[in-house]
């Protein structure tokens, strides 16, 4: 019905008035394709002024550019409303959970609040999706940084098909990646029906990360055939070849990437820094030292220092590579030999790979590793008194895997749980060897909160009675109740004769 609607709003000379912009606005918002935004956006651009102060036409207008995915558009009809009413702000926030930005709901609820518009019960189903999705969200991401990779795939697997968008599908696939589950990444990969340029890299990281490059340069390849090549599709791919070591393979990646990406400087110089930390995987420091010389030559680009912060002292304390500026220097070096020592019983072997330099006179490939920044931090926090039960690390960049492995190690050593957050991921380290799924201890305790919450509602009317039962029913389905409940209270302000009482 939809199609023919627009076909006749092409084919006949119409004399519009504001049903018939209405029903064609909204035949457009149903087909969202590229006939519906063509003849949708032309209605609206000749729409006379007269039309421009209705509220049913503006808010039809309104839904039917948030559908298109022009948030900005719809943004600018919203703001020209001069009495905005319940069907307005509901349409808004629609359009807002529609194209993945439900945090934005939150600004238009305080706006309401300000303004006195009561919620009625649709727009109260919508804050409830609004913290479901931010909730689902938090929780992917927790899942995808923290390399929880069967919680995320479970989470995503009990979710509902309208909760599912771009931002669902792109977190499960990093946390499919992070974690190596290449038949379930595989699976989700293939049921999504519309496959944007971020899921795409989503799922050639993940195959990089496996050394599966024939597989991924495929996936790049069937992409281009109907889009602009990705620049981050590549840097997955080159950042895979890295820790594989493949020479030749990185070198054909970065020639092709300075081909298609020639404006691309700072990233071509972190793919710059790629390529030469693999020619020096491989013992080919000069080979490394001047294609990284020329590269950054030609780039005019300079190379990013390895930073570490640590707050072990009680503020904050950055450590660089080699750092010879720190006034307990000597002490520093003294743990890192101490620990070093420790780890080596547990059967720590130096991975010469991570070593990205020609080693210096009288310099060890043990003494070139133990002057990375976050191995530096970490000796600081043993020299304090009390030493930290808690040791926690920043790096602005990634942890090496020699790094990695060390830290594994020396929280077995030293019985004490770490986590170092680089710029990809979380890391975490347990003095058992354990994984710490804090993340998972928080929902739990969320979901008691949650449901004291819903056990204390007063359920004066059959509003706060439907509200209720939803809000259980869609948080059960998630699997997370705690950013469904966190913000009812305040929801529930805007209802008349409703109130919550929260007795933990």
């Known amino acids: 019905m939809s199609e023919k609607a627009l076909d006749l709003f092409e084919k006949i000379n119409l004399k519009l008035d504001d049903v018939t912009y209405i029903i064609g606005f909204n035949a457009c918002a149903k087909l969202a394709n590229d006939q519906a935004m063509k003849i949708g956006k032309k209605l609206l651009d000749d729409m006379p002024n007269n039309y421009r102060n209705n509220n049913i036409v503006l808010n039809a207008a309104m839904d039917m550019l948030m559908k298109f995915g022009d948030v900005q558009s719809a943004e600018r009809i919203f703001d020209s409303i001069k009495k905005k009413n319940i069907i307005s702000y509901g349409a808004l926030m629609n359009g807002y959970n529609i194209n993945s930005k439900p945090w934005k709901c939150f600004k238009i609820l305080e706006e309401m609040k300000q303004e006195g518009v009561v919620l009625n019960e649709h727009t109260c189903n919508i804050l409830i999706g609004t913290c479901s999705k931010i909730g689902m969200i938090r929780q992917f991401s927790g899942f995808g940084l923290n390399g929880m990779g069967l919680e995320a795939v479970e989470l995503y697997r009990k979710m509902p098909n309208e909760l599912q968008n771009e931002v669902t599908h792109i977190c499960v696939l990093n946390a499919c990646s992070h974690s190596g589950l290449l038949d379930e990444a595989r699976n989700i990969f293939n049921e999504i029906p519309f496959k944007t340029e971020k899921i795409v890299t989503a799922m050639t990281d993940c195959l990089s990360r496996l050394f599966l490059f024939d597989e991924a340069e495929k996936l790049i390849d069937e992409y281009e055939k109907t889009n602009s090549p990705s620049f981050i599709m590549y840097m997955c791919l080159l950042s895979g070849v890295r820790n594989n070591r493949n020479k030749k393979l990185s070198e054909k990646i970065y020639n092709r990437?300075?081909?298609?990406?020639?404006?691309?400087?700072?990233?071509?110089?972190?793919?710059?820094?790629?390529?030469?930390?693999?020619?020096?995987?491989?013992?080919?420091?000069?080979?490394?030292?001047?294609?990284?010389s020329n590269q950054m030559k030609e780039l005019r680009k300079k190379v990013k220092s390895g930073l570490s912060w640590t707050d072990g002292s009680g503020e904050i304390v950055a450590f660089?590579?080699?750092?010879?500026?720190?006034?307990?220097?000597?002490?520093?070096?003294?743990?890192?030999?101490?620990?070093?020592?420790?780890?080596?019983?547990?059967?720590?072997?130096?991975?010469?790979?991570?070593?990205?330099?020609?080693?210096?006179?009288?310099?060890?490939?043990?003494?070139?590793?133990?002057?990375?920044?976050?191995?530096?931090?970490?000796?600081?926090?043993?020299?304090?008194?009390?030493?930290p039960d808690f040791i926690q690390i920043t790096n602005n960049l990634r942890i090496c895997g020699d790094c990695h492995q060390y830290t594994k190690l020396v929280a077995k050593a030293r019985q004490r749980d770490i986590i170092i957050r680089d710029a990809n991921r979380i890391h975490h380290f347990h003095k058992n060897g354990l994984y710490i799924k804090f993340y998972q201890d928080l929902v739990q305790y969320l979901h008691t909160f949650g449901y004291r919450v819903i056990k204390n509602f007063h359920e004066r009317n059959s509003t706060i009675s439907n509200l209720t039962s939803r809000v259980a029913s869609t948080s059960t389905l998630i699997n997370d109740k705690c950013f469904a409940y966190s913000l009812l209270e305040k929801l529930f302000e805007h209802v008349e004769h409703a109130s919550i009482t929260m007795q933990l």
């Open 257 to 292: 990437m300075k081909s298609l990406f020639p404006d691309e400087k700072e990233g071509l110089t972190s793919g710059t820094i790629l390529v030469s930390n693999i020619y020096s995987s491989v013992g080919e420091y000069q080979q490394a030292k001047e294609f990284r």
């Open 320 to 387: 660089s590579v080699n750092d010879n500026f720190h006034p307990q220097l000597a002490e520093i070096h003294a743990e890192v030999n101490r620990m070093t020592s420790e780890v080596i019983k547990l059967g720590y072997k130096c991975d010469s790979s991570w070593v990205t330099r020609e080693l210096q006179e009288e310099e060890t490939i043990e003494s070139a590793l133990g002057g990375h920044s976050e191995r530096l931090a970490l000796a600081f926090n043993f020299i304090q008194r009390p030493v």
